[in-house]
């Protein structure tokens, strides 16, 4: 399978990534993946935009300072999480760790509705996995939005429910 990734200077990159088999271990090691976000933004300085940490999977987005660093800022977080929090599952002979799905998902965003329609995915996914309002969600950046004026604090009353559930990223 070959795979055409873009790398637009300056661009947003929306990614999500999976644990191997829907593991839900990524909130009960949030300390650890906080700790290999931290790694990762030391060796590739990237901005995290916005993001959501569920149990078995993630959304972001980010700013990568070189956009064509982001497969690696991918890579340093998966292979940093395993040894940080020392799920030490065994790789298989291919090299793949048995923690995370071996591929993850990325779409460059293209315009600024693009950008808000990944903006409002990841803030809406603590009601779709968990019927939660995104304001009771502790792991993700809706908060800052709110603060940032960008969201009501009560934003998600399911108005916009069919045009967020329409959008499928994982």
Not at 96 to 112: A, L
Not at 141 to 170: A, R, T
Request: with cysteine; charged share 25%; proline share 4%.
């Amino acid at each position: 399978m070959n795979y055409k990734r873009l790398f637009v200077p300056g661009s947003y990159i929306f990614v999500t990534i999976v644990t191997k088999n829907r593991k839900p271990i990524l909130i009960e090691y949030i300390s650890a993946l906080r700790k290999a976000f931290r790694i990762a933004i030391e060796k590739f300085p990237f901005e995290i935009v916005a993001i959501i940490v569920n149990k078995d999977h993630l959304h972001m987005i980010i700013k990568p300072e070189n956009v064509q660093d982001y497969p690696k800022i991918v890579g340093n977080i998966k292979s940093s999480f395993t040894k940080i929090s020392g799920l030490n599952y065994s790789a298989n002979n291919n090299r793949e760790s048995e923690v995370w799905q071996r591929r993850y998902w990325e779409h460059t965003i293209t315009d600024e509705e693009d950008f808000c329609k990944h903006l409002d995915y990841i803030h809406y996914n603590s009601m779709k996995h968990y019927q939660l309002a995104p304001q009771k969600w502790k792991y993700s950046s809706f908060q800052k939005f709110v603060k940032m004026g960008y969201y009501e604090k009560d934003w998600c009353n399911f108005d916009d429910k069919h045009d967020i559930l329409s959008m499928n990223y994982e």
